[in-house]
């Protein structure tokens, strides 16, 4: 079966600025994303092919050649198998591209381009984090897709001057055994790619990497 245009996979045309193509990219993943679509196959394939659209006209190179001489100027840039999630090389931008609600990929994905066989590394481990905040807070679709800036009103919490914010009576903590002190833990789970690495955060330190004694 003839491989679709990329350009017409986003919705472009060849004039399309990097943002443009970023843009278009964003609404199509949010739309076909897997977590979003559960079975579906047809939202699944649309996803993957969105995604291996915007590694092509995200990079210059890449889309250059795509421009010049179509997909047959790809061949061999994904391999014999054509592309896989191996090959997809923004797993990191996803905060990035997404906006504050990259933390949503970034659980299915893996943070640090850990999930669906992504390369990347782990994040640096988070020292004397505070809690998580949750706030409850109404999207429209063209907010979401599109992104926004809001103003919050938050109460935040001093730190202890007994404990000197560690939780720990004598204001002491050790390294988090489940993790080892790098704040992460790696996972294997089922997706609808198959059996997926991901790192995320360690449940026991909550990322610190550290427990109290």
Known sequence: ???????????????????????????????????????????????????????????????????????????????????????????????????????IFETFFGGGGGGFGFGGQSRQRMVNRGGDLKISLSLSLEEIAKGVTKRLKVNIKQKCDACNGTGSADGKVATCRQCGGSGRVKQVRQSPFGAMSTITTCPACNGTGQSIR
Do not use: C
Request: proline fraction near 2%; charge should be negative; hydrophobic fraction near 30%.
């Open 1 to 103: 079966m003839a491989k679709r245009d990329y350009y017409e996979i986003l919705g472009l045309d060849k004039s399309a600025s990097p943002s443009e193509i970023k843009s278009s990219y964003r609404k199509l993943a949010l739309k076909y994303h897997p977590d979003k679509n559960k079975d579906d196959k047809e939202a699944e394939e649309k996803f993957k092919e969105a995604s291996e659209a915007y590694e092509v006209l995200s990079d210059v190179e890449k889309r250059k050649k795509y421009d010049q001489f179509g997909h047959a100027g790809l061949e061999g840039a994904f391999g014999t198998g054509g592309f896989t999630w191996d090959n997809f090389t923004h797993a990191n931008d996803f905060s990035d591209i997404f906006g504050d609600i990259g933390s």
